[in-house]
């Protein structure tokens, strides 16, 4: 039977003494966690280890003894650390021993029946206790599911890592400390802690309630009757700001709740949103800066009219081109002047508009721009609605365009069936014959022609707005996407893996180490960071993802059919 | 420790080595052909011909900088992410089987399977293109049915060694998976 030791690297120097640590029987093996030093009083021991056993949850006993002789192997000492294997009954009792400098340590075991006659063979396996502790492991689906099933027979590298993690209170004592008892671990030279991180956790606490408070009245504030009335809450949820700052004001509430993460997940999704928040803040403050230095607002404000009137007229050239011989083809003249002219009146009120608001837009883009130390997202959010707002007259010429195109399709199509012999059954959803009268039949088709010979106008002011309009969506979507890339992006979990890859462990991996001929195998367990791939897929945070409603396909077919679109829609549940 | 010469599936020469550390740890270790002087050179004399001949139509001396600036990039991204020095298979006899490939630039990639995932060790033969070759794989356990297999993991596969070499690994594998049912018999009878 191959025995299996995990030792810590730390414990390699101590001093002789007493193995405690954890065993596990199904797999063979046993993680030792700590060396107890000679004197001790073996009755104060069991004490002191049945109390941590209690508080950690994990099975803690004295695994064996562990001999550093600096001299000659003492046979007094020998002796004595058999004796204690009576003490101390523990199935099997390991004796490890390192002699001298020799890098190459004996093992042997003691069992009081031993199970089978062939020879035993040990395989030691050295580990970072720090790394190991502080790690946490990721296992890839197949290894969860395989955990699901064989219950606690799954993974090995798991119940190791587990075992150390839940030993916090173990390695809380140093040598400095006037116990009973002795112990060597990695913190045994002087518990490790930073005192940045104490101010900050007790400046955390009053930071928190602060800010919940502050943010109950905002949403007492945002929740009020006032607001729900139809124009205003229509207005809302078509502004992507608002609901861009109900995000975050979503995930401040999470930050600043005083409920303590239960888990690494939790931990971290916090750390995620709180480091997100806090770039988003910088980012946003810098652009305001920029912004507001040598009045780029006012020079913004001024260049916005010229804007909309060089569109307006590009629009209106537009027009002239189609209402006379565009492309080459020939249209029909009157419905080309009728819905000419009136795209045309609907580009003069527009700009009549807009001329009518000049002298405030100054002023309402300095105090809209204000808003941008909320976060970039903001920024960008709104940047997003005033793009939606300038084209409102695109939209507006789409719909028109889109609906009498519909109008027209579908009077053909039914006109087309009349022409046949045929019509739509509604009750039974299917096209059955039937048959006309004359006078029916006279009029159907004189109709079904006019619509005809219609058709490549509109069709052709239908193509043409839809463009337009394809443009402005395709512009929205891709700030839409921005705003999503710093929403979800796990920053901290990316720095982390940078910095300190050992915390986000994907698996271990195994180094052989010298080897002597009659000595147990020497292993070295390193810890395998995930790869940045899977952090941000682990990680990333909650979002109202933007994504393409419609497949390809049906995209073409509504537009085919004249039916409006929305190609991005908003996901109504959180995208996890 | 043992090496012997064999030949990959394309042709070029490979070497194994074999240690044995102990009854129940083996390491497996498969050279690849290495970065031709040749090859290198062809590359980059197209590389930059082409950007000779583009400068001489172009007259813009920005054609020479950027054929010298993507060489060095292309040559860098080849060395850390494309080709491998050393693929070697460490077969542990009760932890499990870890799997580790070295780049040109010192980078290596390793995975670690346990054993209690692995169901076996085999040779599979794949049709690719007109040939029939052979690769080493190991099978992992479906945990919910016993006799199932979830995953086929091949191995060696950037040096794709011939079945001489092969049967060498898989004679030597399949003696320590061996160990592993007989433990485990004798663990079901106490």
Not at chain 1, 289 to 294: G, T
Not at chain 1, 297 to 321: F, M, N, R, S, Y
Not at chain 1, 410 to 437: A, H, M
Not at chain 2, 132 to 144: A, R, S, W
Request: aromatic share 10%; charged share 20%; with cysteine.
């Amino acid at each position: 039977m191959v025995l299996k030791v995990f030792f810590p690297s730390c414990c390699a120097t101590a001093e002789s003494g007493l193995l405690i640590g954890r065993w596990i029987p199904e797999q063979n093996s046993a993680v030792v966690l700590a060396v107890v030093h000679f004197p001790f009083i073996p009755g104060q021991v069991k004490q002191y280890l049945s109390e941590v056993q209690r508080v950690t949850q994990i099975d803690m006993c004295v695994l064996g003894s562990w001999s550093n002789s600096k001299q000659e192997k003492e046979e007094v000492l020998d002796k004595f650390l058999e004796d204690l294997s009576t003490i101390f009954s523990h199935e099997p009792w390991i004796q490890l021993s390192k002699e001298g400098d020799s890098k190459f340590w004996s093992c042997c075991i003691f069992q009081k029946c031993p199970s089978s006659p062939k020879e035993d063979e040990f395989i030691l396996v050295y580990y970072d206790q720090r790394k190991v502790m502080l790690s946490q492991l990721h296992p890839t689906d197949s290894l969860t599911t395989f955990a699901d099933h064989k219950g606690n027979d799954a993974s090995k590298l798991g119940a190791v890592f587990d075992t150390v993690a839940k030993s916090k209170v173990l390695f809380m004592t140093d040598r400095y400390d006037d116990g009973p008892i002795k112990l060597t671990h990695w913190q045994s030279e002087g518990v490790e802690a930073s005192i940045i991180v104490e101010l900050m956790k007790q400046a955390s606490v009053p930071v928190c309630m602060l800010l919940t408070f502050l943010l109950s009245l905002v949403s007492s504030v945002c929740k009020s009757r006032v607001l729900k009335f139809w124009p205003l809450s229509f207005i809302w949820s078509k502004l992507s700001t608002c609901e861009q700052l109900g995000h975050r004001l979503e995930h401040l509430q999470i930050i600043s709740s005083n409920r303590k993460a239960q888990n690494q997940t939790q931990l971290m999704r916090k750390a995620n949103i709180f480091v997100s928040l806090l770039i988003d803040m910088t980012l946003g403050i810098l652009l305001m800066s920029w912004l507001y230095r040598e009045n780029r607002i006012g020079q913004l404000a001024d260049t916005l009219i010229p804007v909309a009137d060089h569109i307006a007229k590009e629009l209106q050239d537009l027009l002239q081109w189609l209402m006379g011989v565009p492309a080459g083809l020939k249209m029909n003249r009157a419905l080309d002047q009728v819905l000419g002219r009136f795209f045309l009146y609907h580009i003069h009120l527009w700009i009549s508009y807009i001329h009518l608001m000049s002298p405030f837009i100054e002023m309402i883009l300095w105090y809209v721009g204000l808003s941008a130390c909320l976060g970039l997202t903001v920024a960008l959010s709104i940047l997003s609605d005033i793009i939606a707002l300038l084209t409102f007259h695109i939209y507006c010429f789409y719909v028109y365009g889109a609906r009498l195109y519909c109008l027209k399709i579908y009077g053909l199509s039914s006109l087309w069936r009349l022409f046949r012999g045929k019509k739509w059954n509604v009750l039974r959803q299917r096209v059955d014959s039937c048959s006309y009268d004359l006078d029916q039949l006279f009029i159907g088709t004189l109709l079904f022609t006019i619509l005809l010979f219609l058709l490549p106008t509109t069709a052709l002011y239908y193509l043409v707005f839809t463009l337009l309009r394809l443009l402005v969506v395709f512009v929205q979507g891709l700030i839409h996407l921005l705003v999503d890339l710093i929403d979800s992006l796990p920053l901290y979990s990316v720095i982390l893996r940078l910095c300190r890859s050992y915390r986000l462990a994907a698996s271990v991996k195994f180094r052989v180490l010298e080897q002597k001929p009659g000595k147990p195998l020497r292993l070295l367990m390193q810890i395998n960071p995930l790869s940045y791939g899977s952090v941000v897929q682990t990680y990333r945070l909650t979002t109202y993802a933007c994504y393409p409603k419609d497949s390809w396909s049906s995209l073409c077919k509504k537009l085919f059919v004249g039916e409006l679109i929305y190609p991005w829609k908003h996901k109504e549940e959180k995208l996890d | 420790m043992e090496e012997g010469m064999y030949r990959a599936v394309c042709g070029g020469r490979i070497a194994l080595q074999r240690r044995q550390y102990s009854a129940s740890c083996r390491e497996f270790s498969v050279r690849c052909p290495r970065l031709q002087l040749r090859s290198l050179s062809a590359a980059t004399c197209s590389v930059w011909l082409a950007a000779y001949g583009l400068f001489v139509l172009s007259q813009n001396s920005m054609v020479l900088s950027a054929a010298i600036f993507i060489t060095l990039i292309g040559l860098i991204v080849y060395l850390h992410f494309v080709k491998i020095d050393q693929e070697s298979l460490l077969v542990i006899g009760s932890l499990g089987i870890q799997m580790t490939s070295s780049y040109a630039s010192g980078k290596e990639n390793t995975t670690f399977i346990e054993m209690s995932q692995v169901k076996d060790v085999v040779i599979n033969e794949a049709i690719y293109m007109q040939k029939v070759i052979y690769y080493l794989c190991i099978l992992l356990q479906d945990p919910q049915e016993p006799h199932g297999v979830s995953e086929v993991v091949p191995l060696f596969q950037s040096s794709k060694p011939r079945l001489d070499c092969l049967v060498e690994v898989y004679r030597s594998c399949q003696e320590i998976l061996e160990q592993r049912k007989t433990s485990d018999f004798t663990r079901t009878l106490n």
